[in-house]
């Protein structure tokens, strides 16, 4: 048995190679997607061993490892939040009391009220990822690897979820290594490093600041909501006879803490969800908009199908032409993305942000008034978030934009208005407008 992480790193092209030792403690290791970082945690856990960009040895390791995905579907299992919440301890313990009293501790440390039946289905993204880091850290692991699996918490739960590793890491003398996409992530390790597709350095650099976008005046794009309710099954009440109004905006962002039902706004407007009462609708010109919506999670768009596939379905339904193919097409160069290698892929040959990204660039070129994007930069570092904004700002001149997000800095710099469901209020600029006068 070890309690250290060490390993030989070498990228043959560019002639490095450097032995790495990792003790003890939160480590987070930054890199833009498409860098390696979920190779690397696959060589770690012993797959993926014919990465091409980098070689890894590793000398000594930890017996017992998780991890915890970037997808958090990826990691659930059972169809209740207590039987996922059980499943890794009766996985490795058959004795019945030892299980029933770590599960009665999990439970004392969930980051969110539900009932015990409710299937996870129903949470969040970001309330997926608190269970997966529960269940991860609920078998006394001695390393546990985080593949960018804190990436849709806001602020405050993220804080409160390192604090609780922190815990972990004191009680159990563990590593973490946290692999983000979120440079802001950085401050969190006892030790910051940055990974590239020539090296893994420790990380030196400044972090580059989102500016403010100002958008054109004089739109005509509403939502409203009257007397709206809706719940989840075994959730808290989400929207209880809820009111709210706002007009003329070019970018809206809704924003709020994980669970507040802001991608079941969405889906309410998209018809997915229907209301218990009331109503909520988007309107341009008093006519109901034409909507496109990037899901939070973008498999479930592309399903089993090929990106051209999804594509196909755009054309036949009369929102591409030739023109809008081609410039979406040079609009994926310029994100580093080459077309004719990435249209016969699956959602399950893609990087999650490579797919996310990719399925943007689609729609932004396509004929719809508006387009809801839920978590548009989750899993982008910081060069490829202000790749995207460029973009976005172009699409806005003419178009109109719903972000979801707990990315309470790109919210706030790119939209115009921003709903806050924290504190139902709607912000113009520095202005706060309370949301139910």
């Not at 003890?24 to 061993?49: C, P, T, W």
């Not at 490892?65 to 659930?76: E, G, H, L, R, Y």
């Not at 709206?228 to 803490?257: C, K, P, Q, V």
């Not at 034409?290 to 990106?307: H, R, T």
């Amino acid at each position: 048995m070890t309690d250290r992480l060490q390993f030989k790193l070498s990228f043959p092209k560019f002639g490095f190679a450097e032995t790495f030792d990792f003790n003890s403690g939160l480590h987070v290791l930054y890199g833009e997607s498409g860098s390696g970082k979920s190779a690397f945690v696959n060589q770690i856990l012993g797959r993926d061993k014919d990465y091409e960009n980098f070689e890894l040895s590793i000398s000594s390791c930890p017996e017992e490892m998780q991890k915890v995905f970037q997808n958090p579907d990826t990691q659930i299992v059972s169809s209740t939040l207590e039987g996922e919440l059980a499943f890794s301890l009766e996985c490795r313990s058959a004795d019945q009391e030892y299980i029933s009293a770590e599960l009665t501790k999990i439970k004392e440390d969930l980051f969110f009220k539900s009932a015990a039946h409710r299937h996870p289905a129903t949470l969040s993204g970001g309330e997926k990822e608190m269970l997966n880091v529960l269940t991860a850290c609920s078998v006394r692991p001695q390393l546990v690897l985080i593949d960018d699996g804190l990436s849709f918490l806001n602020t405050d739960k993220k804080k409160e979820v390192v604090q609780y590793i922190q815990d972990r890491i004191d009680d159990l003398n563990c590593i973490v290594l946290w692999f983000t996409s979120d440079c802001n992530d950085l401050h969190f390790g006892v030790t910051q490093w940055e990974l590239t597709l020539q090296a893994l350095k420790p990380w030196t650099g400044e972090i580059k600041p989102l500016l403010r976008v100002e958008h054109k005046t004089g739109s005509t794009m509403s939502i409203t909501c009257q007397n709206l309710s809706f719940n989840y099954d075994g959730a808290a009440d989400l929207f209880d006879d809820f009111n709210l109004h706002i007009d003329s905006f070019r970018a809206l962002g809704i924003t709020g803490a994980n669970g507040s039902g802001k991608t079941t706004i969405a889906k309410l407007l998209l018809a997915i969800e229907q209301p218990e009462s009331g109503s909520i609708k988007l309107c341009k010109n008093s006519s109901k908009a034409n909507i496109a919506y990037l899901e939070q999670f973008p498999e479930k768009m592309v399903g089993v199908d090929s990106l051209d596939v999804f594509v196909q379905r755009l054309l036949a339904a009369g929102k591409l032409d030739k023109h809008k193919i081609n410039h979406a097409i040079n609009n994926l160069k310029n994100c580093q993305l080459e077309w004719e290698q990435i249209k016969e892929k699956t959602a399950l040959d893609l990087p999650w942000s490579t797919l996310r990204l990719a399925l943007t660039i689609w729609l932004l070129n396509s004929e719809y008034d508006l387009l809801i994007l839920d978590e548009p930069t989750f899993g982008l570092g910081r060069e490829q978030v202000l790749t995207l904004t460029r973009h976005l700002q172009l699409y806005v001149k003419n178009k109109y934009l719903l972000i979801i997000s707990h990315d309470t800095e790109f919210i706030y710099t790119f939209c115009d208005r921003v709903f806050d469901m924290d504190q139902n209020t709607v912000l113009t600029g520095t202005e706060k407008i309370t949301s139910n006068e």
